[in-house]
T-cell receptor, first 115, second 109 residues
Framework: EAGVVQSPRYKIIEKKQPVAFWCNPISGHNTLYWYRQNLGQGPELLIRYENEEAVDDSQLPKDRFSAERLKGVDSTLKIQPAELGDSAVYLC?????????????FGEGSWLTVV | KNEVEQSPQNLTAQEGEFITINCSYSVGISALHWLQQHPGGGIVSLFMLSSGKKKHGRLIATINIQEKHSSLHITASHPRDSAVYICAVRSNSNYQLIWGAGTKLIIKP
């Protein structure tokens, strides 16, 4: 079974440029998470989807970050415009039946460097 | 005080040693996760616990709900076990996943 797939794996952009990350969760997983992880720190939740609905976006910086999960499957996270402080690893994760306890599976992450 | 505390922060051991990483939490939880992150790699879920003990290969995870404490053990440690091990708990009030700071483990050959 394929795991959570993310792309691009690595991205280097200049500040003020836009960037987008894509995530394909495990088939059948209705819950999808976007996390941001800075070096040496634990992941920070940006947004959580149940199917196509964003049920927790309280930590998403909405002035520059946006996310969508059309049709409740793939998801895209966008940053526009990027700032130097956005350099981090952006992790996508998925699980089945979000409010019940199930194992969370993570993608390999998209490493963003803003210069 | 953090809601999820891990100890030690850093651990260096020789190959073959028995490793224990601890996690204490202060909130009510529905489950606890142990995860592994290799340098430059993604996060891999090792265990999800709500009670008792689980074993997978050389890895053992235990949880004591009354004491709000969990341990991850690695038997016969190997250099490839070198990674950051993260404890995360699912709050039973708002279903948020609360992360520990991680334990950086280095196993020397």
């Amino acid at each position: 079974e394929a795991g959570v797939v993310q792309s691009p794996r690595y991205k280097i952009i200049e500040k003020k440029q836009p960037v987008a990350f894509w995530c394909n969760p495990i088939s059948g997983h209705n819950t999808l998470y976007w996390y941001r992880q800075n070096l040496g720190q634990g992941p920070e939740l940006l947004i959580r989807y149940e199917n196509e609905e964003a049920v927790d976006d309280s930590q998403l910086p909405k002035d520059r970050f946006s996310a969508e999960r059309l049709k409740g499957v793939d998801s895209t996270l966008k940053i526009q415009p990027a700032e130097l402080g956005d350099s981090a690893v952006y992790l996508c994760a998925s699980s089945k039946e979000g409010f019940q306890e199930n194992t969370i599976y993570f993608g390999e992450g998209s490493w963003l460097t803003v210069v | 005080k953090n809601e999820v505390e891990q100890s030690p922060q850093n651990l260096t051991a020789q190959e073959g040693e028995f490793i224990t990483i601890n996690c204490s939490y202060s909130v009510g939880i529905s489950a606890l996760h142990w995860l592994q992150q290799h340098p430059g790699g993604g996060i891999v879920s090792l265990f999800m616990l709500s009670s008792g003990k689980k074993k997978h290969g050389r890895l053992i995870a235990t949880i004591n709900i009354q004491e709000k404490h969990s341990s991850l053990h690695i038997t016969a440690s190997h250099p490839r076990d070198s990674a950051v091990y993260i404890c995360a708990v699912r709050s039973n009030s708002n279903y948020q996943l609360i992360w520990g700071a991680g334990t950086k483990l280095i196993i020397k050959p």
